[in-house]
Every structure is written in structure tokens, then in C-alpha cells.
């Protein structure tokens, strides 16, 4: 079985038995969100997105939608039920407020219940794993070095998007999730392409690391499992990331994170309070902070934040080094 296919198969393996399960419950959608349907839709997203831009792109494209939907909608239930358990034990917050959260959510879940039945996820038979691995196996799956080349490549172009992306902000940012959560959300697929090709993407380090990436060499970052590379297994030709540069992404995948955790919570609250009074946008955003306390960063503050941090690590350029090469397993030693 070419190492394509075997990937594949590898997070359906994960994800079946999951769906299998979410199909004999009440709320099949629930299910998913509760035990981490999330993860291997992730990998097979990430999987799919990749191939997509080697070859076959028509196809893998149509495949990666099927992915993108049901994560996409679990993301969705996930940012109303998350900013609801956050704030719930506040009593600054207006129980309308939690309400409303709460309601979205379980809006959210129906939402998905819906699409798993029309989708075929659930069906016991010819469900929609099994329609998509019949899809992959008429692939023309490439050589393991012809792969790993073209590997590099969209690696390469994918971070020339990147920084296309900042630079036309010009780390000037009005737009939380348009801009911030955008661009988290593309640095954080160059972070998840090593854990779905499963050994194909490898760590590298040279001699004397540039000084200015210890900043972002924190002992969270560099102990992170995301920032362990599963096993090479039996991969004889693989991509090489330098490790310094790959802590640096990661650190910026976190900080970004958190700013836009942040930022969401406030956009959350100022949705809730239109939605359930009668209040103008800009008294909206007074009463979301009046609510939230003088302790919570206003949106443009976070945005400012962002940029800042974007701007440093952009015009370190780390990104364009992140990629070593690509190397036959005979020439490590």
C-alpha cells in the first residue's frame, strides 16, 4: 500500500469506530464533540488539503469539503459552548447572556446532526468513509520521493501565501477572525502536515541557530507533543523542517491563540446582548466590557497585540526557514 493511502486509512481507523458509536446515541452530534472526533478530522482535513495541492487536486478537494464541513461545525459548537463555560460562574455576566450562549450551541449540534444523516457519516453500510476510501483507492498515488519533493514545494508556497497574507495587512489588523484567526489557522496547517503524513515530515537542526529564536523557545513550546514527529516508521525519503524555526511557528500558533481567544470571548458577549436586547453596536461593546472588567484587553488592544508579534516574527523572516530540504534516510546519520 503506498504511503498515501496507508495515511488515510491510518485516521479512519480513529475515526470509525467514533462515528460507529455517535450513530447508536441520541445526539450523535454531541457524541462527536465529547469524545474527539475533532482530532482525526484534523489529520484527514490536513491530509487532503495537502494532496490537494500535489496532485489530483480536483478530487482531493471534493474530499477535503467532506472533512472541513463536520470540523468546521464541531469548531462552531465548540467557540459557543467554550465562551458559555468560561463565563458561566461570572456573575457579572447576565444569565441571558449564558442563555444565549447555550442556545447557539445546541443550534450548533443540531446543525450537525443534521448534516451527519445527510452526509451518509452514520450510515452502517456505504457511509461516507467508505465512499471516500473508494475515491482514494483509484488514486494514482506517487513514488515516496516524487511525494516528498512536491512536499517541499507546497510547503514553499504555502508560506509564500503566508507572508503575502500579513504583509497585505500590513501587520495592521481590524478584523479578529477575517485576519487573526485567518492567519492562526494558516500557520497552524504547517504544524499539523507533519503529525497527518505520520513520519514523512522529520525534524532538523543546524549547527548555530539564530540567536533571536530563543525567545521562542519556551520549555512549553519545546515540550509540547505537537512539536514531536511521529516515528519514521518505514519512510525512506522524508521533508526536514528545522526544529528551531518549527518552535518558533508553534509559539506563534499559541500566542495567537490566545489572542484570539481573547477577542472571541468579547465578540461572543456583544452578539449575545444584540440578540437579546435592544441595544446599537457601540453600546453593545460598552456594556460587553463593562461586563467582562476593567482586567479584560479591549478588541482593538488584542488586534494591536497580534499585529506586533506578527510584525517581529515576519520580519525575522522565520518562516522562510523553516524548510531544510528533503533528504533519503541513508544520508542521515
Not at 8 to 36: C, E, G, H, M, V
Not at 49 to 74: C, P, Q, T, V, W
Not at 135 to 141: G, I, Y
Request: hydrophobic share 40%; charged share 25%.
Amino acid at each position: 500500500m503506498k504511503p498515501g493511502l496507508s495515511r488515510f486509512n491510518y485516521f479512519f481507523d480513529q475515526l470509525q469506530p467514533i462515528l460507529t458509536t455517535a450513530s447508536k446515541q441520541k445526539n450523535p452530534a454531541l457524541w462527536l464533540y465529547r469524545n474527539n472526533a475533532r482530532t482525526p478530522l484534523f489529520m484527514l482535513e490536513a491530509l487532503a488539503k495537502m494532496y490537494a495541492g500535489l496532485h489530483n487536486r480536483k478530487k482531493f478537494s471534493k474530499i477535503k469539503a467532506h472533512f472541513k464541513l463536520l470540523e468546521d461545525s464541531l469548531g462552531a459548537i465548540d467557540y459557543y459552548d467554550m465562551v458559555a463555560r468560561d463565563l458561566v460562574n461570572n456573575k457579572k455576566i447576565p444569565a441571558r447572556v449564558i442563555t444565549y450562549l447555550q442556545a447557539q450551541s445546541r443550534e450548533k449540534l443540531q446543525s450537525l446532526n443534521e448534516i451527519l444523516v445527510d452526509n451518509d457519516w452514520l450510515a452502517p453500510t456505504d457511509n461516507r468513509i467508505r465512499k471516500i476510501q473508494k475515491k482514494l483507492s483509484e488514486v494514482n498515488w506517487l513514488d515516496e520521493s516524487d511525494e516528498v519533493k512536491l512536499m517541499a514545494e507546497f510547503y514553499g508556497e504555502s508560506i509564500y501565501g503566508i507572508v503575502e497574507f500579513t504583509e497585505g495587512a500590513n501587520y495592521q489588523f481590524a478584523n479578529m477572525e477575517a485576519e487573526v484567526h485567518e492567519l492562526r489557522r494558516k500557520l497552524r496547517w504547517l504544524s499539523i502536515y507533519p503529525q497527518a503524513v505520520r513520519g514523512a515530515i522529520q525534524l532538523g537542526k543546524t549547527k548555530v541557530p539564530p540567536k533571536h529564536l530563543s525567545k521562542y523557545c519556551t520549555k512549553e513550546i519545546t515540550n509540547s507533543p505537537f512539536n514531536k514527529m511521529p516515528d519514521r516508521a518505514e519512510a525512506r525519503y522524508f521533508l526536514l523542517l528545522e526544529q528551531k524555526y518549527f518552535y518558533a511557528l508553534s509559539w506563534m500558533i499559541a500566542e495567537l491563540g490566545k489572542l484570539k481567544d481573547n477577542g472571541l470571548h468579547i465578540i461572543a458577549v456583544k452578539e449575545a446582548l444584540e440578540q437579546t436586547t435592544n441595544v446599537t453596536d457601540e453600546d453593545a461593546y460598552k456594556k460587553t466590557y463593562q461586563i467582562l472588567g476593567k482586567e479584560q484587553s479591549g478588541l482593538q488592544q488584542l488586534l494591536d497585540k497580534a499585529g506586533t508579534v506578527c510584525k517581529t516574527y515576519f520580519k525575522e523572516q522565520n518562516l522562510e526557514h523553516l524548510v531544510m530540504g528533503t533528504n533519503p534516510l541513508n544520508d542521515q546519520h
